[in-house]
């Protein structure tokens, strides 16, 4: 029998950016993710895609119509068609799907004093498609999408104003969503901010000037923390049964030998990416954490009341996208494997996707443990998956046995955990539809059980059509994991 909770929620993961498209319809303001180009040759160093960007590349952004050069622009349409799509993933069983609001539909510009009303009521409608499919909403609130205009003003998440322009939207969220939406997250990875400062915090490397860029990432994060944590209180205030998460992207770091050195060095890479969960689900900044800013001379303006604000805004769970796992090792020359916005040392032990991330299922049993055990708080993937070139033959089939392969090996490992005593409540696959890639803005890095007939250029009919692996995860929900093979 499965060791997975009889309401375990089975699901899809996506995000506002990469799936609706309509970029300037119906009051929608202009948000960072409409100024990332194709790049589907990503330059050295800069693996997230997206930090090269200056203000002039802004400005000319900002006054071109192009789609094109501007993918996450059009999307996959999900504005228009997430009627059709949300059928389609309640005929593959979802228990729950989980998206994010784009912040730029209810404010544009996020300075506005009333919310945009035609954006409200695009909510309203999925989450009312949702209920009617039996889907429970997981919702992000800050999904690699904030207003242009808080970036180009005030060099994003550096400026502590927008911690309550965050909370005012949230609030707006709150209020009108909050008898569809029980379970919220407030930023994507929010440690992202030091691998994509630009996408995950509107911070443009050319305004910083009177600080460093360090500093801005840092100053970013702590005021991210602190609107995180005054958005979790209110949620609790004005939601009732409400439950509010922080996410991680988990870069489980294994040393490349066990020279010291290289031991010493994946410690490190593992406490720094804890810090981001330990902040918000201990509600306080890891000792460490402080004094390696201080080390580093890195200067953060912190209120009187921001302990206390941490503190009382403690999340309720922990999700997390898992896509592999990393090896460091103190040798600079070692050869190095490319992973989800990140390098790192390449180890001989594992396969790599078509894009170079290496697939390590076993990684992500070590990382619901290492996890379940640090924090003892409700766990859920809301992020794993493979992106890979599918190929639409003929007759309109996908046999896509490579993404089968990925996905059941990663969920008999997240069995094994459950089974180990790890509270798992939730796994959504990235991403249940293809959708642009966040890194190079590539539609031909699919992800989905459904397939969507469109190129790099948006060419393309725009058709859906189900994959093999969008008939083998119907019986993996059907069964509640025990269409799995587990031997
Ligand atoms: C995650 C992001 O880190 O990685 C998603 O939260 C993203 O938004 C996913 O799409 C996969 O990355 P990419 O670059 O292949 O789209």
């Known amino acids: 029998m499965s060791g997975f909770k009889n309401n375990f929620l089975w699901g899809g993961a996506l995000a506002a950016n990469q799936v609706e498209g309509a970029w300037n319809e119906k009051g929608k303001g202009l948000s960072v993710a409409d100024v990332a180009k194709y790049k589907p040759n ?25 789609t094109e050069y501007y993918p996450k622009r059009s999307g996959i349409d999900f504005y228009h068609k997430y009627e059709e799509d949300i059928k389609l993933f309640a005929e593959m069983g979802f228990k729950t799907l989980r998206i994010s609001i784009a912040w730029t539909r209810i404010f544009p510009t996020g300075e506005e004093e009333a919310p945009n009303q035609d954006g409200i009521a695009f909510y309203k409608s999925i989450f009312e498609t949702l209920k009617k499919n039996n889907i429970e909403p997981i919702v992000t ?16 998440w550096v400026e502590r104003k927008l911690v309550d322009m965050f909370v005012k939207y949230a609030k707006v969220c709150f209020e009108e969503f909050g008898d569809y939406v ?9 440690d992202s901010v030091g691998r994509h400062p630009f996408i995950t915090a509107g911070i443009i490397p050319d305004k910083c000037k009177d600080y460093s860029l360090d500093e801005a990432i840092y100053q970013a994060l702590h005021h991210q923390y602190i609107a995180a944590a005054k958005a979790t209180k209110l949620c609790h205030q004005m939601i009732p049964d409400s439950k509010m998460g922080c996410m991680l992207t988990k870069l489980t770091t294994y040393p490349n030998t066990c020279h010291p050195s290289d031991v010493l060095l994946s410690l490190e890479r593992n406490l720094d990416n804890y810090s981001h969960a330990d ?48 090896t460091e090792s103190a040798d600079p020359n070692k050869e190095k494997a490319a992973g989800n916005t990140i390098m790192s040392v390449k180890n001989p032990y594992l396969e790599s996707t078509e894009w170079g991330w290496q697939i390590d299922p076993v990684g992500l049993r070590i990382s619901l443990i290492e996890l379940y055990d640090r924090y003892n708080v409700p766990l859920i993937i809301v992020e794993n998956g493979m992106g890979a070139l599918d190929n639409l033959e ?26 180990m005593g790890v509270d798992l ?10 959708l642009i890639s966040v890194s190079t803005s590539q539609m031909s890095k699919r992800y989905g059980y459904i397939y969507v007939d469109q190129d790099d250029l948006g060419h393309g009919s725009k058709r859906r059509y189900k994959k093999d692996s969008f008939f083998w995860y119907q019986k993996v929900i059907e069964t509640n994991g025990n269409e799995i093979d587990w031997e």
């Not at 580093?296 to 769970?317: H, P, R, V």
């Not at 003929?394 to 089974?419: C, F, G, P, S, T």
Request: glycine share 4%.
């Open 141 to 156: 609130l800050s999904h690699y999408e904030m207003p242009l205009h808080l970036s180009i003003t005030y060099n994003g």
């Open 425 to 434: 409540f939730g796994y959504t696959s990235w991403a249940p539809i293809d």
């Open 42 to 66: 990503l330059d050295v160093g800069d693996y997230a895609g997206h930090n090269n960007i200056t203000t002039d590349m802004i400005m000319k952004a900002m006054v071109s119509d192009d």
């Open 279 to 326: 902040i918000q689900i201990f509600g306080k900044y890891p000792i460490l954490y402080l004094e390696s800013l201080k080390k580093k001379n890195i200067n953060i303006k912190m209120e009187k009341n921001d302990e206390k604000i941490l503190f009382e805004g403690k999340s309720d769970y922990l999700a997390f996208s898992y896509y592999m796992s990393r």
């Open 394 to 419: 003929d007759n309109n089939q996908i046999h896509d046995n490579y993404r089968i392969e990925y996905l059941k090996e990663h969920i008999k490992e997240m069995r094994k955990a459950v089974e």
């Open 182 to 190: 029980k379970y919220w997250l407030t930023f994507n990875e929010i």
